[in-house]
Each structure stands twice: as C-alpha cells, then as structure tokens.
C-alpha cells in the first residue's frame, strides 16, 4: 500500500514528472518578468515595489526550503509534493484576482509553496543515486527544465501584449494542475522516513552547518546563481528602460541565459561522472566570471547595447548549467542520509542571497547608470562562487579525498 494515500504502492517517478516539477518551479520565477512594466501601471505604483516580486518571492522561498527539507525526510516526499502544488493553485488564483499591488505580492509571496517542485525532484534523484551519477542525472533534470524558462519569458511577453499580464499566471494555473494530475499518477515515494520528529530533525542542522564543504558546495551554487538571480532583478528595468524594448522582445531576449543553461547542464549530465562534481562547478564559475567581465568591459568601453547585454548572459547560464547540479550533488553528498534537509538547507542558502542579490540590483539601477551597476554586481558574485569551489578543493585535498 502507499502510506501517503492508502492507494497502491507506487514506482519511483519518471524522469519526465521530475522535470516538469523542476519546470513549473523555475517557470513561476520569470514568466511574468517583461509584464512588470505593464503590471506597474495597471496597479498604478511604483516599479521598484512591483520588481519586489521577485526578491519576496525568492526570500519565502528560500524558508518554505528550510522547512521542506525536514518535513519531506519526516513524512515522505510525495505527500508533501501534492499539499505544496494544491497551495500554489490557490495562490496563483490569488494573483490573478489581486485588486492591489499589495494584495498581489501577498499571494505572490504565497505561491513560494512551489518551491517543494525544485527541492524535491532534487532529493528524489539523490535518493535514487550516488553522488557523481546524482549530479549527471540533476543535470539531465534541470537540462530539460531549462527549455520551461527559457521559451517562458518570451511566451509571457506575447501574452501579455495578447491578452494582458493575468494571462502569464493562468499559464502558470493550467500546468500547475497538469502537475499535480501527474504528481499524483506516477510519483511513487522514493525515500524511507526518516522516523525522527520535526525537532529532531531540526537538531540536525548543525551537523551540515559545521562541515566546511558543505558551506563551500551550497556558497558555490548561491553565488554563482547569485549572478543569475541579480539578473532576474535588474535585467527587466535595463531592457525595459535603458534599451527601450517592449515586453514581447524583452521576453525573446530574456531568455539568452537559459540557452547557455540548457548546454551547461547538458555538459553537466555527460561529464560530471567523467570529471567529478568538483571540476564541473570551477569550471562553471570560470565561465559565468568570463561572460560578465566581458559585458562589463565593452559597456565601459562605450560598445553597450541590448544585444552586448543579453548576449553575454548566455555564458552566465552556461556557468550556472554546470556549476549549480555539480555543487547541489556535492551539498547533498556530505551526509547522505540528511538528503532531503541538505537540499532544503543549500537551496534556502541560495535563494536567500538571491533575494537579496535581486532586490540589490533592482535598487542600484536608474536609466543614468545604465547597465554597469548591475554587471558589476554580477561580477562580484561570480567571482566569490570561484572562490568558495576552490576553498572545497583545498579542504577535501587536506583530507585526502
């Protein structure tokens, strides 16, 4: 029997219910982005409050993780996996409906319980597989995710010059149920629980919190989707304000990164196992860090345009593609058995500095400053997630692993 429904035992899900897991997780995160300039005049505020639904969306996000981490060790990952997504319906439907501006980042905030989509499929694939095969199979995962966000803010910008900007969060309604329809056919339980209370559970925080690899791993991934998520923040107002694009070709634009993502994680899903998790996230930084520094030069240099700025974003989804499965695999490999609270740790870690990467961005920039603050700030990122993978490798060559 399936003790999480009282229906029959189930399999371990398809590689396909993962990536539409992952999918409907990153799709929620950008697919409105080239409607914020259309959805601060319906509201009738100001940009930089409706760009907030980007940082408090990764800010709850990054709690909801600390806590589905141990609940989903405790109860098991499918129950937990169908209360989260018929959360995010509701807020969804919450967002759609929003008289206010305010009304709207409140649900927004709520539909965070999506969030479940990423940690989860994450932790399903390190229940099934070890470390270096987890970081191949994470990165065949997030390889097929990455088409979802990278046509999504195209296909939100036609929407929303179609039919208005409600219609990117009625997308986000009907795949939504489409996930649960198939969360609840084929996701079978893939992890035994753990029988330990939320508490106790609780009280295994510091033995993640106290290994030096671990923090290395998890500041490898946040940094280097650091860059990412300031992007997220700030590249709508450059597109929108200093290049003068309207939301259908901000949204063809937007998606440069996921392209690079696309092959880094397909990099990530052929090699990882060939070159080990820790070469993979270096060499992942080294590119996001090249990308950034050379936007950033010919901004400086006078030679800055739309196509300067969204084209070297591709080499920061590259870097990501390979730098983000490789360091999560290594997270949740320190201690295996707190898989599941690993993923949620690392992730909150992530979308923490995230959130504040993004609301960072979206304050620094004005249409005098242009590009440069934000390519700055990117570069910053970058090259701290260079850091932390070295410092990795400097500790597990001291412990001789």
């Not at 490789?326 to 058995?337: C, I, K, Y």
Request: with cysteine.
């Amino acid at each position: 029997m399936d003790t999480a429904t009282g229906g029959p035992a189930r399999s371990p899900p398809h590689i396909a219910t993962l990536i539409l897991l992952a999918g409907l997780s990153a799709l929620s995160m950008n697919v409105f982005l080239p409607s914020l300039p259309n959805m601060t005049a319906y509201f009738r505020t100001d940009y930089r409050l409706m760009q907030l639904s980007v940082a408090l969306y990764l800010g709850v996000n990054a709690v909801m993780q600390v806590l589905i981490g141990p609940v989903a060790d405790k109860m098991g990952r499918r129950p937990v996996i169908l209360w989260g997504l018929g959360l995010f319906l509701l807020a969804t439907l919450g967002c759609i409906l929003a008289p206010t501006a305010q009304v709207f980042l409140a649900f927004r905030m709520a539909q965070a319980t999506v969030a479940i989509g990423m940690v989860l499929s994450r932790a399903a694939v390190r229940d099934l597989y070890p470390q270096d095969k987890a970081a191949s199979m994470i990165g065949y995962v997030t390889m097929g995710m990455a088409v979802v966000p990278m046509i999504g803010p195209a296909i939100g910008g036609q929407l929303d010059e179609m039919f208005g900007w409600q219609a990117n969060f009625w997308l986000l309604f009907g795949l939504g149920g489409l996930t649960l329809a198939l969360v609840w056919a084929d996701f079978g339980e893939t992890a035994r629980k753990s029988g330990l209370t939320l508490a106790r559970q609780f009280r295994e925080f510091p033995q993640l919190l106290r290994s030096p690899r671990f923090w290395g791993y998890s500041l490898a991934a946040g940094f280097s989707a650091g860059a990412f998520f300031a992007y997220l923040g700030g590249a709508p107002f450059v597109g929108s304000q200093v290049y003068g694009m309207n939301p259908g070709r901000l949204g063809l634009w937007f998606g440069a990164p996921a392209v690079g993502y696309f092959l880094g994680n397909f990099l990530s899903g052929r090699f990882s196992v060939r070159f080990g998790v820790n070469r993979m996230v270096m060499w992942g930084s080294l590119a996001c860090t090249l990308g950034i520094a050379l936007s950033l030069l010919l901004t400086l240099a006078g030679l800055g345009s739309a196509a300067v700025f969204f084209g070297f974003m591709s080499f920061v989804g590259l870097g990501n593609g390979m730098a983000i499965p490789n360091a999560t695999a290594g997270a949740l490999s320190v201690r295996p058995h707190l898989a599941g609270t690993a993923s949620g740790l690392s992730g909150a870690i992530m979308l923490g500095g995230g959130a504040g990467f993004s609301a960072l961005a979206g304050s620094m920039l004005t249409p005098e400053t242009g590009a440069t603050p934000l390519l700055v700030l990117m570069l910053t990122t970058s090259v701290l997630a260079v850091t932390a993978i070295a410092a990795v490798i400097v500790r597990e060559r001291s412990l001789g692993l």
